[in-house]
């Protein structure tokens, strides 16, 4: 049955030349949960129509927003996902004080190891690094079997930005300490990444402060499950 929720939008991400948004519920019994509005194509992606308001703008990051949704379909360990009603437009209810993400952050992720719940201070878990990041992805036999969630609300520390060449194409990186562990995760938060790469090549350091990041972790891809930066506020 289709309801419809109130959620601060903490993440819009770049996922297949479309949007992956998600958010904080605000009002009502589920507030502080999240949700990740998605639609019922093969990869859930939303494209520019699915998200628009009446009046033809665009959501943007901590803008508070009412969507209709018709079921929880959860996936894997994205179990906050919502099947999105199309023909219902998204309405903008107002926008969230910067100030008021301090008391959103996730504490710890919902690490589930033996079926017990345990605390664990860490962007889920590390170890594992790709070539150009630094505790950036996680097996996906381990994701799928321990862990229950797929994002969280943080606030990092000593932030720089990392502008490149990986592959056959240039990426933007987040390095950062959260909890006295380092990382370099790649950034998929339309806005930074836009803004990022129309700089040349290099490192740029974040004066901001305080700064939050909505860190996603993402569907398998040839056998992990990489972490990314969906939303950056500030």
Request: charged residues 20%.
């Amino acid at each position: 049955m289709p309801t419809t929720i109130t959620m601060a939008c903490l993440a819009d991400s770049r996922k297949i030349g479309a949007h992956c948004i998600a958010g904080k519920i605000v009002e009502g019994n589920n507030k502080g949960l999240w949700v990740r509005p998605i639609s019922a194509l093969d990869k859930c992606e939303l494209a520019n129509r699915d998200i628009c308001y009446t009046n033809g703008q665009m959501p943007k990051l901590l803008d508070i927003v009412s969507i209709t949704v018709k079921e929880h379909a959860p996936i894997h360990h994205q179990r906050e996902n919502w099947i999105i009603d199309k023909s219902v437009p998204w309405k903008k209810e107002g926008e969230l004080p910067v100030a008021q993400l301090s008391g959103m952050c996730d504490n710890m992720p919902n690490l589930i190891v033996d079926g017990k719940s345990i605390d664990h201070p860490t962007l889920w878990v590390n170890g594992y690094s790709s070539t150009f990041g630094n505790n950036d992805k996680i097996w996906t036999a381990y994701v799928h079997q321990n862990i229950k969630s797929s994002l969280l609300l943080i606030q990092p520390q000593k932030m720089l930005y990392k502008v490149g060449k990986e592959s056959f194409k240039r990426k933007v990186r987040a390095a950062f300490n959260f909890k006295g562990t380092a990382y370099i995760i790649a950034v998929t938060d339309n806005s930074a990444e836009e803004h990022y790469l129309a700089k040349p090549d290099g490192i740029y350091e974040e004066n901001s402060s305080p700064v939050y990041y909505c860190v996603s972790l993402a569907e398998d891809f040839h056998g992990y499950c990489y972490k990314l930066i969906a939303g950056i506020m500030s």
